[in-house]
């Protein structure tokens, strides 16, 4: 069975950074990683995703050039390192994954009752 934990987030000031990590246990075939996010009392937002077939990366636009997705190479994880981070980047993150091929969904053609998701970490920005 497939599990995906996340850990790294925290507390911090605003225009500091965090960086957080995605563990996979299991047989794990996915090739799209993902990080999504949900501050309290709004709907799910897509942050990233990474197609590891082609190094395709795919950002939400309001982390853009904040945010950066990677793999961690020769392991089952992945991280997401976020920089310059603002009061309305907190809410609790989640890492996701799925098999696509040739390419991966979009954030809102992800699924919770389809792909893999772990059970989150909190971030919070203070100003």
């Known amino acids: 069975q497939v599990q995906l934990v996340e850990s790294g987030g925290g507390s911090v000031q605003a225009g500091g950074s965090l960086t957080l990590s995605c563990e996979v246990s299991g047989y794990h075939t996915s090739n799209c990683l993902a990080w999504f996010r949900q501050a309290q009392g709004k709907e799910r937002e897509g942050v990233a995703i990474?197609?590891?077939?082609?190094?395709?990366?795919t950002y939400g636009d309001s982390v853009k050039g904040r945010f950066s997705i990677s793999q961690v190479s020769a392991k089952n994880s992945w991280k997401l390192l976020m920089n310059s981070l603002k009061p309305e980047d907190t809410a609790m993150y989640y890492c996701a994954s799925l098999y696509s091929t040739p390419w991966c969904p979009p954030f809102g053609n992800w699924r919770t009752d389809r792909d893999y998701w772990g059970q989150g970490t909190q971030v919070t920005v203070s100003s």
């Open positions: 990474f197609n590891t077939f082609n190094g395709g990366h």
